[in-house]
């Protein structure tokens, strides 16, 4: 098999991913003009060109454009034995996170910095490589004695949105996707860099925002204050029913779910083998005591319990406008993280009705649902892929994989298992410590980028071969 190298991936694709790099594709929910600024176009433009440029047999290169949603981008293969029809669909994103804060002296979102052999830039490992890995592990297995199968880059362009355009075109190019056996995601994470990790798991997500009101215009705080209710109180109270305000500890139990054993014993061996790993890598202030009992306790929080974070206040001045004003209302925008296997719909409705019944004060609430996610559990894996997942581990990282749940969502992952019962999925990405996918100083680590990229031209080198043996 012909492997890709350091050299042969900075030879052939860094060129373009710092290109890519530079271009603020963020995604639509960042950049409502998205259509008019064009950036998501011209990365999907960019990557494709680069893509009509490798050597592999009969691909078909194309940018899809449904109308008034995001582009996508697939490169179709056909396989060597052409009475295999069995479909493998390797996806990625191309949309970006927007900048979140202020980089690091010396680096910047969108003006991309090599130091060793790390790229920081935004968008680079969330989720530019992936298209990148998947067709040098497609042109990896050009002449490769074990054939090809048939496969489908799919690479779409309003992920970190949630997805909001996929569904449409996976109904669109469901002719063209066929009969899909395999998905390898390229987007997820890896809790080190020193094995391939396999996601075993994902949360779902409700984004809602609500807005208590209690008067029709501002006054003087001197003269409503201590008579009119604080918005900002009725909000507290309102918040302090979905969350415990001392633990942290959700208090709408439909929330909640069982946690499968054998993730409980996942979330041990990962504890007793790394110790704490979720909370190290928190860039906690001084002192601050972390949530949960041990390190294990933590992983399960991260990846199976539900957890609010409030994500945006409206109706508040920013400190240096603040008056002593009784405000009108105040907006939160919340996010549930939810169990994997917890029905986004239901939870939503669930805190819809906690927050709306028999509100205090009789102050006026609105609940606006902006997104919802649903999470993801993976599905038993068929022999040959575990043993072809173990192998490319131990040939590319030099040890076993890891087996762990993520934190976040891939809404792709839940909708392709619903439309494709009995699929087989590998999600994996390069997302590790210090990759800050949605922070500051987005890094790729492009040792782990090559390792990767020969991990997938493994599977589908693989995937051809698993006849007779399901
Ligand atoms: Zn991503």
Redesign the pocket.
């Known amino acids: 098999m012909a492997l890709v190298t350091l050299q042969s991936f900075e030879r052939d694709a860094l060129a373009t991913l710092l290109e890519y790099a530079r271009i603020p594709a963020l995604s639509p929910g960042f950049d409502s003009n998205w259509a008019a600024n064009g950036h998501l176009d011209h990365a999907a433009e960019l990557i494709a060109s680069w893509a009509r440029e490798r050597r592999i047999t009969g691909a078909v290169v194309e940018i899809h454009r449904l109308e008034g949603r995001t582009p996508v981008l697939t490169v179709t293969v056909p396989a060597s034995d052409p009475s295999d029809e069995s479909t493998v669909v390797l996806y990625g ?1 191309l949309d970006k996170q927007p900048p979140l804060g202020d980089w690091s002296a010396g680096l910047a979102p969108f003006e991309p910095v090599r130091r060793g052999d790390r790229i920081y830039a935004r968008g680079v490992a ?2 530019g490589y992936s298209a990148f890995s998947a067709l040098l592990a497609l042109e990896a297995l050009e002449g490769d004695g074990r054939g090809r199968p048939r496969c489908v880059v799919l690479i779409e362009a309003s ?2 949105s949630g997805s909001e355009d996929l569904d449409a075109y996976l109904d669109y190019l469901a002719p063209q996707l066929g009969d899909v056996a395999l998905l390898i995601c390229l ?1 997820s994470g890896a809790l080190t860099y020193d094995r391939l990790w396999v996601t075993t798991s994902l949360r779902g997500l409700v984004n809602l925002e609500v807005t208590v009101r209690v008067l029709e215009r501002p006054l003087h705080s001197g003269s409503a204050s201590g008579v009119v209710p604080s918005s900002f109180r009725v909000l507290r109270q309102l918040l302090d029913r979905l969350e415990d305000p001392l633990t942290g500890r959700i208090r709408v139990e439909a929330l909640h779910s069982s946690i499968p054993e054998e993730f409980v014993r996942a979330a041990s061996d990962i504890a007793a083998e790394f110790g704490d790993v979720v909370g190290e890598e928190m860039p906690s202030v001084a002192g601050l005591r972390l949530m949960g009992v041990d390190a294990a306790d933590r992983i399960l929080a991260q990846t199976w319990r539900p957890a609010l974070s409030t994500i945006g206040i409206g109706g508040v001045p920013a400190p240096s406008d603040a008056g002593n004003v009784l405000r009108t209302h105040t907006t939160a925008v919340l996010s549930l993280r939810l169990p994997p296997n917890v029905d986004p719909a239901i939870a939503s409705a669930e805190l819809r009705a906690a927050l709306t019944s028999d509100v205090p004060d009789g102050a006026h609430v609105e609940v606006r649902e902006l997104n919802t996610a649903e999470g993801w559990v993976r599905p038993a894996t068929a022999p040959w892929l575990a043993r072809a997942i173990d192998d490319a581990s131990r040939e590319f990282f030099g040890r076993e994989p890891g087996l762990t749940g993520e934190g976040g969502s ?1 809404p792709f992952l839940a909708s392709l298992a619903r439309r494709y019962p009995g699929v087989q999925f590998v999600a994996t990405g390069v997302l590790g410590p210090e990759s800050n ?1 949605h922070g500051i100083d987005e890094m790729l680590d492009l040792p782990t980028a090559v390792a990767v990229t020969n991990v997938v031209t493994t599977l589908l080198g693989a995937f051809t071969q698993r006849r007779g043996d399901q």
């Open positions: 994103h969330d989720d992920e970190e987007d891939i996918a």
